[in-house]
C-alpha cells in the first residue's frame, strides 16, 4: 500500500509494530517458500529479480520487501505497536499506539490475517513432560532429531513441518481432526497457481471441475492413510469458506511411505503421550501446535467498530464501506483469493489507491 502512495506521488505516514520491515518473515521456520511464482508475487510497480528462484524463499523475500522500501522511499516509523483506533467527533481517525498518538482522515489497516497465535490449550497439556511449541517457535528440526514429535493439526504449516521433521531424523505423526482438500504445488512439472489464474475467468462450475481433476490425479484418495477429503473441491473451500487448501510439496509421497504418521484429534496429552479421539496411544517427547494465527483485529477497533466491519472469523468484510461513520477507513490483506495472497494485495491495492484518491477530491460535508 505505501508503494501504490509513493507511486502516485500521495504523502503517507506508515508505521511498524517491530523494530524492522518485513519482521515476520525474518522469523518464520528456515525452510518457507511462497507457494505463489514470483512473477504473481510481487508487490505494485516492483517486481521480483530475475535471478529469484521460482517459489523465493522467506530470506528472499526479506531482500525483496528491503529492495521495495528503498526503491520508493518508503520510511516506516518503527516500535509502533497499535493499541486502538477510533474515529473521532470531527470525523478524523485516531490511531494510539504505546507511545503515540495519530490522526488522519484516512487510515489504511494492513496488519495481516496471521497477525495473533492462535494457541488452543488442549486437555491435559499441563501434564506433559516434553516441550510444547506453537509453530511460531519453530525454526528448523535440528533439535527433535532421533524425537517422536506431534504435529496438531495439517493446514499449510503443519503439513511443511511435519516433513522438515522427518528430514531432520525426527519421527513425526500429524493429528488431523478433519477431512481437508491438498493440491499438489506443481502438478506434471507446472506451477498450480498460473493454471488457477487461468481457470478464474471462467464459470465457478468450470473451475471446481477443473480442480478437481487436477486433484484427483495429483493426489488420489488418501483415505487408507487417514486423511479424508471434503465433500467439496479446493475451489469452493477457498471462495465459500474462505480457507486455502494444504499445498503440498512432498508431504504426501512422506505419508504414503511410512515417514510420516497420520493420527485424528487429540483426545488427552498426558505425562510422556497422547491419547487420539480413536482410542489409540503414542508416546512422544515434544508436540508443536501448528494451529495457525488470528487476525486479532477487534482488539485494536473495539466491540462497536469491529461489529460493522468485521465477519465472524474475525476478517474485514470489505476493503472499504461506504457508510458515512466509516468514511476513510480501508482494509488490505485480508482475503484469500483464488489466484494467491500477493497477487490478491496488489490488485486489491490498486482498488483502495482509487478510491483513496477519488475521496480526497470530494467535497467534506
Known amino acids: 500500500m505505501a508503494g501504490q502512495l509513493a507511486h502516485h506521488k500521495q504523502p503517507f505516514t506508515i508505521i511498524e509494530a517491530s523494530e524492522h520491515i518485513g519482521f515476520s518473515w525474518r522469523t518464520h521456520y528456515d525452510r518457507l517458500h511462497l507457494h505463489t511464482v514470483k512473477e504473481h508475487s510481487g508487490l505494485p510497480h516492483f517486481p521480483?529479480?530475475?535471478?529469484?528462484p521460482t517459489y523465493p524463499s522467506r530470506l528472499d523475500v526479506v531482500d525483496y520487501l528491503?529492495?521495495?522500501?528503498?526503491?520508493?522511499?518508503?520510511?516506516?516509523?518503527?516500535?509502533?505497536?497499535?493499541?486502538?483506533?477510533?474515529?473521532?467527533?470531527d470525523g478524523q481517525w485516531r490511531v494510539q499506539t504505546g507511545t503515540d498518538t495519530f490522526l488522519a482522515r484516512q487510515v489504511i489497516v494492513a496488519t495481516g490475517y496471521n497477525r495473533v497465535p492462535n494457541?488452543?490449550?488442549?486437555?491435559?497439556?499441563?501434564?506433559?513432560?516434553?516441550?510444547?511449541?506453537?509453530?511460531?517457535?519453530?525454526?528448523?528440526?535440528?533439535?527433535?532429531?532421533?524425537?517422536?514429535?506431534?504435529?496438531?493439526?495439517?493446514?499449510?504449516?503443519?503439513?511443511?513441518?511435519?516433513?522438515d521433521l522427518y528430514e531432520y531424523g525426527a519421527r513425526p505423526v500429524i493429528s488431523v481432526r478433519s477431512p481437508l482438500n491438498i493440491v499438489k504445488r506443481d502438478t506434471?512439472?507446472?506451477?498450480?497457481?498460473?493454471?488457477?489464474?487461468?481457470?478464474?475467468?471462467?464459470?465457478?462450475?468450470?473451475?471446481?471441475?477443473?480442480?478437481?481433476?487436477?486433484?484427483r490425479l495429483g493426489v488420489g484418495d488418501l483415505s487408507a492413510y487417514g486423511l479424508q477429503k471434503p465433500p467439496y473441491p479446493p475451489s469452493y473451500q477457498i471462495r465459500k469458506l474462505g480457507k486455502i487448501p494444504v499445498i503440498d510439496i512432498g508431504t504426501v509421497d512422506a505419508i504414503k511411505a511410512g515417514h510420516i504418521g497420520v493420527k485424528p484429534g487429540v483426545q488427552q496429552i498426558n505425562r510422556e503421550s497422547v491419547t487420539f479421539t480413536d482410542g489409540s496411544e503414542l508416546p512422544f517427547d515434544a508436540i508443536i501446535l501448528a494451529?495457525?494465527?488470528?487476525?486479532?483485529?477487534?482488539?485494536?477497533?473495539?466491540?462497536?467498530?469491529?461489529?460493522?466491519?468485521?465477519?465472524?472469523?474475525?476478517?474485514?468484510?470489505?476493503?472499504?464501506f461506504d457508510t458515512p461513520a466509516l468514511a476513510g477507513l480501508c482494509f488490505l490483506g485480508f482475503a484469500t483469493p483464488l489466484t494467491g495472497i500477493l497477487r490478491g494485495v496488489r490488485l486489491d491495492s490498486e482498488k483502495i489507491i482509487k478510491h483513496l484518491m477519488t475521496s480526497a477530491k470530494a467535497p467534506r460535508p
Open 48 to 52: 521480483f529479480p530475475d535471478d529469484t
Open 66 to 89: 528491503e529492495d521495495y522500501a528503498a526503491h520508493f522511499g518508503i520510511a516506516p516509523l518503527f516500535n509502533q505497536q497499535v493499541q486502538q483506533i477510533r474515529r473521532q467527533a
Open 119 to 163: 494457541q488452543p490449550e488442549l486437555p491435559g497439556q499441563t501434564n506433559f513432560r516434553g516441550i510444547i511449541w506453537h509453530s511460531r517457535d519453530y525454526r528448523n528440526g535440528s533439535p527433535f532429531r532421533d524425537e517422536n514429535v506431534l504435529v496438531v493439526g495439517m493446514g499449510n504449516t503443519g503439513t511443511e513441518l511435519a516433513l
Open 188 to 215: 506434471y512439472g507446472r506451477p498450480a497457481q498460473p493454471t488457477a489464474i487461468f481457470l478464474s475467468q471462467f464459470p465457478d462450475w468450470l473451475y471446481d471441475l477443473a480442480s478437481g481433476l487436477s486433484q
Open 291 to 320: 494451529t495457525g494465527y488470528r487476525p486479532g483485529l477487534q482488539t485494536l477497533l473495539g466491540d462497536d467498530l469491529s461489529a460493522q466491519v468485521l465477519n465472524e472469523k474475525g476478517y474485514a468484510r470489505q476493503l472499504w
